[in-house]
């Protein structure tokens, strides 16, 4: 075996970390309104008044908690300056669906080990004696940021018992205010109309971001991480413009950029091109899509199956008539017994929510009926590839037979060894 050592590679990168997710940059920037309104949502806490109750929301990667960990860093240091005694306790609500588990999560982050309370040995009105004790022991101002908020969904929610505790007599010497944080646009809409008004006092919305931001966001970032002739603005400006694309997430720009530079160290190129930005988009559009497909039941799987078997025919958009017959069809060969007509529908609509399938709703203008056609949202070698394990066990459609052969001749020629590579 040849030379397998290890050694240190930084032709790029000068600091590769600073596109992870671990990373905090030292500003925010292509956010100013939100930081505007967020920053007045706070003042009162360096007045030593109440605090807002917060509530921020917006899709993934929209940087709500870049900035809420920007402000609130800022806002320790000030309260420390004007003697503020502030507290900041965060919480990710994940997998905490109650407001019980909730309430003794925060007890137990506040109280020492040694006096940890059960997770389930308590009646909740003893659990919440604990926490309101717990606050006033802390005093002063206490901000709970609860991330992903929306996990909680009960009633008699702590959402309206915390904002409630100092009016109820419950505490004494803190004030406490809450920062909510969701991605689920429908929760505050869903929120009962009281606990609505008491969490959501102050309301952020964080939009999609477009290519402009994209772009000053992942400037900041590739200044920080490669060496400065090793990109230039072009690559970021495509970066930037697919990520708008891609529902405007700063994550999956950041790692649209990662993956770009990843390529081109691995070519031992000595800078980041257009074309390294598109294969990484290639590469990370392949891994999202594969886990999408993974994530399928069969009959799922079947449906996209049919769909693609006429998309490779040249037939799509195709009605969900259509789809379902060649699904049937599939069914037969498969020797599977067939869902609904029905089942059908709805498992194309959860196709089209995952962005595998793109659907629209037509017209028809004779009949003045209406229906809905179908077609695959991304390359149809693509899709292909994540329904391997299904194809393998159902057969090879005709009309795929051309894809399936192209990529074992790119598998083939890749490997590159001549015996074996077409002409
Ligand atoms: N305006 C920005 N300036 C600099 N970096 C940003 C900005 N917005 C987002 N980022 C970076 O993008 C990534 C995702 O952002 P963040 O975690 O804040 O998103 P989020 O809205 O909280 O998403 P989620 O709901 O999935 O938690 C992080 O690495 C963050 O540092």
């Known amino acids: 075996m040849g030379d397998i050592s290890f050694t240190p590679d930084d032709s790029l990168y000068k600091y590769r970390d600073s596109l992870s997710e671990n990373y905090t940059p030292e500003t925010i920037v292509g956010r100013d309104s939100e930081i505007s309104q967020y920053h007045s949502a706070l003042q009162p806490v360096i007045n030593g008044e109440t605090p807002n109750n917060t509530f921020l929301y917006g899709k993934t990667g929209v940087g709500k908690t870049a900035v809420t960990r920007y402000l609130l860093e800022q806002l320790a240091n000030d309260a420390d300056q004007f003697s503020v005694d502030l507290t900041v306790i965060q919480l990710n609500c994940e997998g905490l669906n109650s407001s ?6 925060l007890v137990n982050r506040i109280r020492p080990a040694e006096s940890h309370i ?7 009105y003893e659990v919440y004696d604990f926490l309101w004790n717990a606050f006033d022991e802390i005093g002063g101002t206490i901000l709970l940021v609860l991330d992903e908020v929306d996990n909680i969904g009960d009633d008699d929610s702590i959402l309206y018992q915390i904002p409630r505790a100092r009016s109820n007599g419950n505490i004494s010497e803190a004030k406490v205010g809450i920062i909510g944080i969701s991605n689920d646009l429908a929760f505050r809409e869903n929120l009962s109309a009281k606990v609505r008004s008491s969490l959501c006092e102050k309301s952020i919305s964080f939009p999609p971001y477009g290519a402009t931001e994209l772009q000053a966001v992942l400037k900041q970032r590739a200044d920080v991480a490669f060496h400065d002739d090793a990109f230039d603005n072009e690559v970021v ?7 708008a694309q891609d529902a405007g997430d700063a994550r999956k720009a950041l790692d649209l950029l990662r993956g770009a530079g990843d390529i081109a160290r691995a070519e031992n190129a000595d800078r980041i091109t257009e074309n390294h930005v598109r294969e990484a988009r290639d590469e990370l559009e392949r891994e999202e899509l594969m886990d999408g497909i993974a994530n399928l039941a069969d009959h799922q799987q079947l449906v996209l199956y049919a769909l693609t078997t006429i998309e490779a025919e040249g037939e799509t958009p195709a009605r969900t008539q259509t789809v379902f017959q060649r699904y049937e069809e599939l069914c037969e060969i498969a020797g599977m017994s067939c869902r609904t007509n029905r089942r059908v529908r709805d498992f194309l609509s959860e196709l089209y929510a995952l962005s595998i399938v793109e659907s629209s709703q037509r017209n028809d203008g004779l009949s003045g009926g209406q229906y809905r056609d179908h077609i695959l949202n991304h390359e149809i070698r693509l899709v292909v590839n994540g329904m391997s394990d299904l194809i393998d066990r159902v057969g090879i459609y005709q009309s795929i037979l051309s894809t399936i052969e192209e990529a074992d001749n790119v598998m083939i020629s890749s490997t590159g060894d001549p015996s074996t590579t077409p002409n």
């Open 237 to 243: 400006a495509l970066c930037a413009a697919f990520g």
């Open 118 to 124: 059960s997770k389930t040995g308590h009646p909740q």
């Open 100 to 105: 019980y588990q909730v309430a003794v999560n």
